[in-house]
């Protein structure tokens, strides 16, 4: 593997050469992402990245996919807290066709006045997918309440009323300002060597305007939430609650990364963690249960979740609760540390075993501005550790008195029992409300 | 190569990588892929047993196999199979469908020949007791309510195979309905897992860094000397010829109009199922496929849809599903889907447009053989399912011979209403307000 941060000015770069298919792979990633969304104004960044999309170069977007489609190509867009994503994969005979779009998509696009007023009427029909999925519906109330006024709380899809709030010439602006070549992380994967690879870099940033990285200011950490508090968002006919348990906790990258890498696994991370043990297998509450510390470049959620039956939902929420209680204050036995470290050791070749995984973390690492080579690095860390640094860490990191739990399930079925599971004050909220 | 093996047939599986298929003498098959770019192996074992093989009031009977497999052997304490396979470093889940259930174990290579006793363990010493068979239940039913019960698009999936299929056993899901799911008795579950469970009915796939010899002579130390099973005969009655269409409508709680509709297509190994391959793809396969242009982009009637066409053994469909969007109908929306077939049963699509769905399948074919896993399943199914690995290949060059003609014939013969089930979820309607008084 190759890593760069460039010359004084230019992209982040990585190129992870493999032969063995004639594909090649490619994420740009563009920092800044979802949480640099003016406030009110949600939504903006996936706004401009999928206008950006829709049409570029000499191309009007049906005749860009369609020639996308005929080169045997993808090209999507995808928006995340931390950063706008372009990614591609083509065939290697056809890369430098592939590129020449993909450039065209970076430098030129056509931001068409149509494509914006048609984005705008498409964009509230994906919040009612979410809404019609009680899983994505759970995520989406929950990183909006976790902790009120962090960046990562606010939605990278938008609502109903912050839509109306995006124009066209901020998209534009928002675009240019960003996508420069100091702010661009590039991967490169597949079947390509590396004087191929200087040249596909060389085509996606020449036509870039010249421009410093933009400053990424984000607003201030936010209030975490002091005691417990549940929210049931109320939705009819459920037979189950979906459940998220959880709170704001560390950016991925600080000093306990290692070992609240080994803390996450032995509470949810196995099938043989303990929150799977005692909900699924000791109970059968739920087909899973589990939890993570969310990786982002800023402090993220540590969050728990599961799918209980609506009949045992408050039980579910009261044993986890429980068991967080204790692991927060205990942390894993001797026995667990050893087993979660042998498991994270082990794990790490799957994790790397193609070009493709190996730069998609690489690209991951850049974009969270941590040293390269950062996550593959984890198994030495993993090595240094003892099963004190880990409770340590628990007690530093895990806060189950602060608990936010959102339950999607239906209020007359799950209220009472939910009112009793020691989550705190219940607020019910209609599940289209957001 | 030891001498109990049999090298029964070998093809290529990717660039420099060749895939061999061994049989031993009680019938077990194996077939190896080296892949040598990191230290590891998947190692599947597929069965030739899937809901397929389940009778009418003991549905799910297959995928609760799925479950109980990772619990206790003759020589495994409950939770002992899990602990040892995270222990490396692995993973292991199963998967079931219609026609097979593999389970897969990923290790690092040093690990293989514990995933290979793990493997032999439970196929011949599964423990089938009261109190574990009982705890999977639970899991199974709230894994039904997660997948079905509360997920409109389960739902809708679970109707269109209830109402496409009227006597094949396609027509039951794979997880079961949830009331056969509460009545599997304890002596048939026994009985299942003693007729299919059997050596002569499963083929071993291991893609990854190994010495073949070691593994062939690994493999024999374990499973040799378990002996074949009577193996029933495969008695699947013939889905008769749909010739009306099939309409289900449902409200449920949902934004708008969910669509999914189904079209009686050929099995997998047939002719014409390449064809409708590339027909997928050009009505819904890629952001520049007809469908996807017409009902989200020109219309903005939809707010998405997809086409896939089912990898059966036996009859398939080739499903359409739509998500209408706000202020738009099922109706609306299937009006549109006519039309647009019409027109590509009567004039057939441009040369480009045809080979543009050959270049995104070829995309697809590399795709699935770029890690050690996705060669594995690829291998797995279609030995399983179709009857011999080389079928991945053999497939390739079936879509790669695709014509125009060839796509409006299928259209022609395949997309007409009187071979479909049309199965639409509706949002209900608004309640009465008796909480607003």
């Known amino acids: 593997m190759s890593t760069s941060p460039g010359p004084a000015t230019g992209p982040t770069v990585i190129v992870e050469a493999s032969h063995d298919t004639p594909l090649v792979w490619f994420d740009i990633a563009i920092r800044g992402g979802a949480s640099m969304d003016p406030r009110g104004v949600e939504g903006l960044h996936r706004h401009a990245a999928l206008l950006a999309r829709r049409g570029a170069g000499?191309?009007?977007?049906?005749?860009?996919?369609e020639t996308l489609d005929s080169l045997g190509a993808a090209l999507d867009i995808s928006v995340t807290r931390d950063a706008v994503s372009l990614s591609g994969l083509a065939l290697s005979r056809h890369l430098d066709a592939v590129i020449e779009l993909a450039a065209d998509v970076l430098a030129a696009p056509r931001f068409s006045e149509d494509e914006h007023a048609r984005l705008l009427r498409e964009t509230p029909q994906v919040l009612d997918e979410i809404r019609d999925d009680d899983s994505a519906l759970a995520t989406r109330w929950f990183d909006w309440l976790c902790c009120p006024g962090h960046p990562y709380g606010r939605t990278s899809l938008g609502t109903e009323a912050s839509l109306q709030q995006i124009d066209r010439a901020t998209s534009i602006a928002l675009w240019r300002r960003e996508v420069v070549a100091d702010n661009l992380v590039i991967g490169l994967a597949g079947d390509i060597d590396d004087a191929a690879a200087a040249r596909v870099v060389t085509r996606l940033t020449e036509r870039l305007p010249a421009g410093p990285r933009p400053w990424v200011v984000l607003d201030g950490p936010g209030e975490p939430v002091r005691g417990r508090r549940t929210i049931l968002v109320d939705k009819p006919e459920r037979t189950q609650a979906q459940l998220r348990i959880g709170h704001l906790s560390v950016r991925y990258g600080e000093p306990d990364t290692a070992a609240l890498a080994i803390a996450e696994a032995v509470f949810g991370g196995m099938f043989s963690s303990r929150l799977m043990q005692?909900?699924?297998?000791?109970r059968g509450w739920s087909y899973g249960a589990g939890c993570a510390l969310r990786r982002s470049r800023l402090p993220h959620w540590f969050e728990i979740w599961m799918a209980a039956g609506i009949d045992v939902a408050g039980?579910?929420?009261?044993?986890?609760?429980?068991?967080?209680a204790d692991y927060a204050a205990r942390g894993p036995t001797d026995e667990e540390f050893d087993f979660a470290r042998s498991y994270l050791v082990g794990a790490m070749p799957f994790h790397v075993a193609t070009a493709r995984q190996r730069m998609q973390l690489a690209v991951r690492d850049a974009v969270f501005e941590l040293p390269a080579g950062f996550t593959a690095r984890l198994p030495e860390e993993l090595a240094q550790l003892t099963a004190e640094d880990v409770r340590l860490a628990c007690r530093r990191h895990l806060h189950p008195d602060d608990a936010v739990i959102v339950a999607v399930t239906t209020a007359a079925d799950a209220q009472g029992p939910l009112a009793q599971a020691g989550g705190g004050a219940l607020t019910v909220v209609d599940h289209d409300e957001y | 190569m030891t001498m109990s093996w049999r090298l029964e047939a070998e093809a290529p599986a990717g660039r420099g990588t060749t895939a061999r298929r061994y049989r031993l003498a009680n019938g077990l098959g194996l077939i190896t892929a080296l892949d040598r770019r990191a230290p590891i192996v998947a190692l599947q074992t597929w069965f030739r047993v899937g809901s397929r093989h389940e009778r009418p009031g003991a549905t799910g009977m297959a995928h609760l196999f799925e479950h109980l497999m990772f619990g206790q052997t003759e020589n495994l304490p409950p939770g002992e199979f899990d602990?040892?396979?995270?222990?490396t470093g692995g993973e292991s889940n199963a998967a079931t469908w219609v026609d097979w259930t593999y389970y897969r174990l990923s290790l690092p290579a040093r690990d293989l020949a514990l995933g290979i006793r793990l493997e032999s363990e439970r196929m011949q010493h599964l423990v089938l007791e009261t109190g574990p068979v009982e705890s999977e239940r639970d899991v199974v039913t709230n894994e039904r309510r997660e997948r079905v019960e509360d997920d409109v698009d389960g739902w809708l999936d679970e109707q269109l195979m209830a109402h496409a299929f009227t006597v094949h056993p396609y027509r039951w899901p794979t997880i079961g309905w949830m009331e056969?799911?509460?009545?599997?008795a304890l002596p048939d579950i026994r009985a299942f897992y003693r007729t299919w469970y059997a050596p002569n009915n499963a083929t071993i796939v291991c893609v990854g860094d190994f010495e073949e010899p070691a593994l062939l002579e690994l493999i024999e130390s374990h499973y040799g000397g378990i002996p074949p099973a009577q193996l029933p005969a495969i008695d699947t009655v013939a889905e008769p010829e749909q010739t009306r269409?099939?309409?289900?409508?449902?409200?449920?709680?949902?934004?708008?109009?969910?669509?999914?509709?189904?079209y009686k297509a050929p099995g997998q190994d047939e002719p014409d199922w390449a064809?409708?391959?590339?027909?997928?793809?050009?009505?819904a396969g890629c952001p520049s496929a007809r469908l996807y242009r017409r009902l989200v982009i020109e219309h903005e009637a939809a707010s998405s849809v997809d086409a896939q066409l089912t990898p059966f053994r036996d009859p398939s469909l080739l499903r359409l599903a739509v998500t209408a969007a706000r202020g738009h109908s099922a109706d609306e929306l299937l009006a549109v889907i006519d039309r647009e077939l019409a027109a590509m049963a009567e004039h057939p699509p441009s040369a480009a447009e045809v080979e543009k769905a050959k270049a995104l399948a070829e995309t697809d074919f590399w795709t699935q053989l770029a890690d050690v896993d996705g060669k594995a399943e690829a291998l797995g199914h279609h030995e399983i399912a179709l009857g011999d690995f080389r079928k991945v290949n053999t497939l390739a060059e079936r879509l790669a011979a695709v014509t125009a003609d060839d796509v409006a014939r299928v259209v022609r013969t395949y997309l007409v209403p009187a071979r479909r089930t049309v199965v639409i979820a509706e949002p209900e309607a608004p309640d009465d307000g008796e909480d607003e008084a």
């Open chain 1, 315 to 324: 039980p579910a929420v009261a044993l986890t609760l429980d068991l967080f």
């Open chain 2, 245 to 262: 269409e099939r309409v289900v409508r449902a409200p449920k709680p949902i934004a708008t109009d969910r669509l999914l509709v189904g």
């Open chain 2, 275 to 283: 064809v409708l391959e590339i027909v997928s793809t050009l009505l």
């Open chain 1, 278 to 282: 005692e909900i699924r297998v000791k």
């Open chain 2, 83 to 87: 602990r040892l396979v995270e222990r």
């Open chain 2, 180 to 184: 056969d799911i509460r009545a599997l």
């Open chain 1, 58 to 65: 000499r191309r009007e977007r049906a005749e860009l996919d």
